[in-house]
């Protein structure tokens, strides 16, 4: 089974610049999350889909960060204009809420911003 | 909201000897609390879960622990070797929230040789 892929692994840009990261889940699993995870910290949610509705953005700062999943499978997160403390990691997860609660991580994206 | 608090957050062992960790939640509606492990450039993977219907559940050397009415559960490994040596994270997780995944802090262990 092929696990969660993001891309890019890792991307530098510099502040009020915009970067979008991918995420595709595990095939047929209805739930995505994606999670900011800054040095040193546990990840933090920003925002989670159950299929292509938004479930909880509630700590997503939506005067710079968007997200989307069309059709319910691929997403993206979109950061505009990305903030020097916007540096952190962005992992994306997803899980078959049906049958399993385990959620599986893909190995994230690391964004520099200078 | 749910909110989980993660302890120690490092923590140095002798190989061979015991870690344990501990975390805490707030929301008493949380039903399922996994333990990821996390490896320098990787996304977090799961090692172990407890539902909330059971109080403890062993897989080889890891065990987890949970006691409900106190809202805290602990992570037991025993036997520690070198390539335990990563950083730990503990979940609470509210299923009639639509699965809400929260994170501990997460503990940092090194297994000295």
């Known amino acids: 089974e092929a696990g969660v892929a993001q891309s890019p692994r890792y991307k530098i840009i510099e502040k009020r610049q915009s970067v979008a990261f991918w995420c595709n889940p595990i095939?047929?699993?209805?739930?995505l999350y994606w999670y900011q995870q800054i040095l040193g910290q546990g990840p933090k949610l920003l925002i989670q889909f159950q299929n292509n509705g938004v479930v909880d953005d509630s700590q997503l700062p939506k005067d710079r960060f968007s997200a989307e999943r069309l059709k319910g499978v691929d997403s993206t997160l979109k950061i505009q204009p990305a903030k020097l403390e916007d540096s952190a990691v962005y992992l994306c997860?997803?899980?078959?809420?049906?049958?399993?609660?385990?959620?599986?991580f893909g190995q994230g994206t690391r964004l520099t911003v200078v | 909201g749910e909110n989980v608090e993660q302890h120690p957050s490092t923590l140095s062992v002798q190989e061979g000897d015991s870690a344990v960790i501990k975390c805490t939640y707030s929301?008493?509606?949380?039903?399922?609390f996994p333990w990821y492990k996390q490896e320098l450039g990787k996304g977090p993977q799961l090692i172990i879960d407890i539902r909330s219907n059971v109080g403890e559940k062993k897989d080889q050397r890891i065990a987890v622990t949970l006691n409900k009415t106190a809202k805290h559960f602990s992570l037991h490994i025993t036997e520690t070797q070198p390539e335990d040596s990563a950083v730990y994270f503990c979940a609470a997780l509210i299923k009639a929230a639509g699965n809400k995944l929260t994170f501990g802090g997460g503990t940092r262990v090194l297994v000295k040789p």
């Open positions: 929301d008493s509606a949380s039903n399922y």
């Open positions: 095939s047929g699993h209805a739930t």
């Open positions: 997860a997803s899980t078959d809420s049906n049958l399993n609660t385990e959620a599986f």
